[in-house]
């Protein structure tokens, strides 16, 4: 399933490439606009610059929840203009902020928290403790990668979308795991492409087609109620279930994608 994946996730990129970059340059005016302030201060640690990151992610939600009905519609095989993502952006700004505050408020803490155990404390005790913190914002990390996509698939209000992260996260750890690596990946290229693909609203796209194909397992598992064992849950037949998507998105061949003209 996860092969299908990045193949489906490339076609869609390469298919609204004009769509993608265009938010990836409104993404790319807001980080090096709030990136100059941030450096430009004379302390780092001080209440002035939290709350420029704290804008700054404000920012980022507002920008990545108004995506996140386009990359749903890429996902599911659905045209797109490119007006679609100003459109929502009024309905994205309550619950938009709210998730941007929120990574911004987390960061912040563990930020001071980590400089805090390591540097000021300078004991073993100390290390342990930034230890601990280290691994609870992988958590909420892997977590909240599922935020834009469960607020865009299911509806859900925004109290309802932070329960979900966190059980989709611990139902489905390695494959959170796995998508938390594949961003790494998608970022490493974004620094290689100057911002402007796969970026911010590729990664909201991968995530959404994720999160989409996933979902088939519940539906499966809600139609199959006698699987009770952990065991007989984890036996997902993928393949019959992403069938009708592969078929829909085709064989997609390289040389089709880069050459079309040669088909």
Known sequence: MFGFLIKKNFCDGWENLLNLVIVNVICLFLGCTFAFLIFG???????ATFAIIL?????????GL???????????????HLTDFFKNIPGALKDGALFGLLCG??????????????????????????????????????????????HTL???????????????????????????LYTFVMILLSVFCVGFVPSYAGIILARTNAL???????????????????????????????????????????????FPWKN
């Open 212 to 258: 989409r194909l996933r979902l088939y397992k519940y539906d499966y598992l809600e139609q199959h109620p006698e699987l009770e064992s952990p065991r007989q849950r984890k036996n997902i037949p993928w393949e019959e279930l992403i069938y009708e998507d592969r078929e829909t998105l085709g064989p997609h061949k390289l040389k089709t994608i880069f």
């Open 66 to 80: 108004a995506y996140g009905p386009v990359a749903a519609d890429i996902a599911n095989f659905k045209g797109v």
């Open 105 to 150: 408020a987390i960061g912040i803490v563990s930020v001071v928290g980590m400089r805090f155990y390591v540097i000021q404390l300078q004991s073993i005790l100390g290390i342990l403790l930034a230890a601990v913190l280290f691994w609870i914002d992988i958590v909420f990390i892997l977590s909240f990668q599922w935020f834009i996509p469960l």
């Open 55 to 63: 804008i700054m992610t404000t920012g980022f939600g507002i920008v």
């Open 41 to 47: 201060s004379v302390n780092f640690f001080s209440l």
């Open 154 to 180: 299911q509806n859900n209000d925004f109290k309802k979308c932070i329960k979900k992260c966190f059980l989709i996260f611990f139902d489905n750890t390695g494959f959170s795991i796995a998508m938390g």
